[in-house]
């Protein structure tokens, strides 16, 4: 428009000053290389305008020819990226319902024009990864770190892949990594769970359970079980390392509240037994039935090896008196009574117990009491019942 608007003020001056010099026009002189151009004023200054002229209308054809071809390339481009936005959309779709050759090969062909080409590389890679393509994941995986290798959502989803396909080891690694940037991501925690427990890093889920319940990743049932869960592991790696001392070492230093748990006493007495150690089973069993029975532990009695089972015999007589209808007590001083030979009041406590529930374990020590007794039809019997019980109820014939 500024060149437009000199270009008339230039017509419009040469029109006003034309006239005026008319008679004495003058004359210019132009050399260069023995050549000479001479012409007036006048004409100079017409040539000159007509120059500046004719280069706006080069100036302004070239801008439209710009203009025409940058339209063209933004149609072809913008058809481009459509046609990726469909073809992603469309992988995407195949992923989920399983078509892991077809997905992959979409996502990865619109990557180039895609408006999120890191969301299409990670998704490739899981459809890699479906496909037992560990090789193509990780180019996959590889290319989306050349776009962004700080990105939390591929970190997140290297370790998730690679936790699928059982290399835990790896999953740690990069877990660990976003642990230090993002120590509250819910997904990191999950992942982090999880590999602790494939790994059977007892400790480290231990030391990390707080942090989950802050976060609010697991119920306080999910959070006793899980916390159950480790303590055994950590007790059986020490069982397994230290032996016996190292056990009740690493008991006596568990905290009050844990030392109450039945389920860890019951794992800490079956590692006890299982290295010989029954008087120091029974010792922790007793102490803790005094505090307050519980089925579990009355259960564990009858599996120790003692030399003298008379002070367990006295104790879960004592239990009777105050729970007369305890199944489980009178299941195991009716086994303890068998260990005696004393089959006549083990015959007493076994059908107290059924009495109270229908065991097949107590059937099948039933059986063999009324055997001793040369009770044998009563023992068919039982077997029978036993056997009745143990099997699947059958459907009733068409």
Do not use: C
């Not at 058809?79 to 078509?99: D, F, H, N, S, Y």
């Not at 990594?177 to 992942?191: D, F, G």
């Amino acid at each position: 428009m500024i060149k437009l608007l000199l270009l008339v003020l230039a017509l419009v001056a040469g029109l006003l000053v034309g006239p005026e010099l008319a008679g004495q026009q003058g004359y210019v002189l132009i050399s260069a290389a023995e050549q000479t151009l001479e012409m007036s004023v006048t004409t100079l200054i017409i040539l000159i305008i007509g120059l500046i002229g004719v280069l706006w209308v080069l100036e302004w054809v070239l801008r439209k020819l710009l203009s025409l071809s940058s339209t063209a390339s933004g149609w072809l481009s913008g058809r481009k990226q459509r046609k990726a936005r469909k073809q992603t959309q469309t992988g995407l779709m195949k992923l989920r319902e399983g078509e892991w050759k077809q997905a992959e090969k979409l996502l990865a062909k619109a990557r180039p024009f895609s408006d999120a080409p890191m969301h299409n590389l990670l998704a490739a890679a899981e459809a890699a990864q479906q496909r037992q393509d560990l090789h193509a994941r990780d180019q996959y995986l590889q290319q989306a770190a050349d776009l962004n290798a700080n990105s939390l959502a591929l970190a997140l989803t290297r370790a998730q892949l690679h936790s699928q396909s059982g290399q835990y080891e790896e999953a740690l690694a990069s877990l660990r990594a976003i642990k230090r940037q993002h120590p509250r991501n819910p997904v990191m925690l999950s992942l982090l769970k999880d590999t602790y427990i494939q790994l059977e890093d007892w400790s480290a889920l231990l030391n990390l359970l707080p942090t989950l319940k802050k976060a609010q990743l697991l119920d306080g049932t999910q959070l006793e079980a899980l916390s159950e869960r480790a303590e055994l592991g950590v007790m059986a790696h020490i069982a397994s390392q230290q032996g016996t001392e190292g056990l009740l070492t690493h008991w006596n230093r568990l905290s009050k509240i844990k030392r109450s748990q039945p389920a860890l006493l019951v794992g800490l007495v079956r590692h006890l037994v299982a290295r010989n150690a029954d008087s120091e089973a029974y010792i922790l069993l007793r102490e803790a039935l005094k505090k307050r029975p519980e089925d579990s532990l009355i259960a564990l009695l009858p599996s120790l090896k003692l030399p003298d089972i008379h002070p367990a015999v006295v104790m879960l007589e004592e239990l009777l008196r105050y729970d007369s209808r305890n199944p489980v007590t009178h299941s195991a001083l009716g086994q303890l009574l068998m260990q005696q030979g004393k089959w006549q009041d083990a015959r007493s406590h076994f059908e107290k117990a059924l009495e109270y529930r229908a065991d097949v374990t107590d059937y099948a020590y039933l059986a063999d009491v009324l055997d001793k007794l040369n009770q044998g039809k009563a023992a068919s019997d039982v077997s029978r019942t036993a056997l009745k019980l143990a099997l699947p109820e059958q459907p009733p014939a068409a």
